[in-house]
Antibody, heavy 113, light 112 residues
């Protein structure tokens, strides 16, 4: 069974940093594109970043470019999202996704003063 | 960016009746490799999205055959032949032909 488990969410003030992690199991992690998608409370879905299997391709939404960095450790089967200079508008549930089929349960990030 | 426009945004349906959701793209979703990278997802309240349909018309494992997807180019449709109580929630279309990948606004299906 495919499982994706996110961690690292929490409440921070604007300008602070947070690192999210996602642990994968039940599939060939090292072969999979991994993605981060976020959902502000009560709103729709927004793609944040993608990362190919060997981390040679990373792409970001304009809204987070220059502030967020995605990276992976295939040996540990984890993908992480380093979020710097957080803004109020970054408040959302953050999901990791493998390919376009399996999603984690999400982790809530709240940015508020 | 590719804009996906769903309609309707709210869909009240009687149990056992059919339902249909449209998703129109601002650009053709035909990739240079000949594929159309377009999916449908269902999100129940408090849960993560679940993929129902991939590449326009392919049903995921475990998805009831009352769900079907169709379309090409810029116009896509999700159909439910007979709505059941478990089908309530929000349906999203999604394209991953062009970066940034984008989602539709969502269609909320409720039982009348």
């Amino acid at each position: 069974e495919v499982q994706l488990v996110e961690s690292g969410g929490g409440s921070v003030q604007p300008g602070e940093s947070l690192r999210l992690s996602c642990a994968g199991s039940g599939f060939t992690f090292s072969d999979s594109w991994m993605h981060w998608v976020r959902q502000p409370p009560g709103k729709g879905l927004e793609w944040v970043s993608r990362l190919n299997s060997d981390a040679t391709v990373t792409t970001y939404a304009d809204s987070v470019k220059g502030r967020f960095t995605v990276f992976r450790d295939n040996a540990k089967k984890t993908v992480s999202l380093q979020m710097n200079r957080l803004r109020v508008e970054d408040t959302a549930v953050y999901y990791c996704m493998s390919g376009t089929d399996h999603w984690g349960q999400g982790t809530l990030v709240t940015v508020s003063s | 960016d590719v804009v996906l426009t769903q309609s309707p945004l709210s869909l009240p349906v009687t149990l056992g009746q059919p339902a249909s959701i449209s998703c129109r793209s601002s650009q053709s979703l035909l990739h240079s490799d000949g594929n159309i990278y377009f999916n449908w997802f269902h999100q129940r309240p408090g849960q993560s999205p679940r993929r129902l349909i991939y590449k326009v018309s392919n049903r995921d494992s475990g998805v009831p055959d009352r769900f079907s997807g169709s379309g090409s180019g810029t116009a896509f449709t999700l159909r439910i032949s007979r709505v059941e109580a478990e089908d309530v929630g929000i349906y999203y279309c999604m394209q991953y032909t062009r970066w940034p990948y984008t989602f539709g606004q969502g269609t909320k299906l409720e039982i009348k």
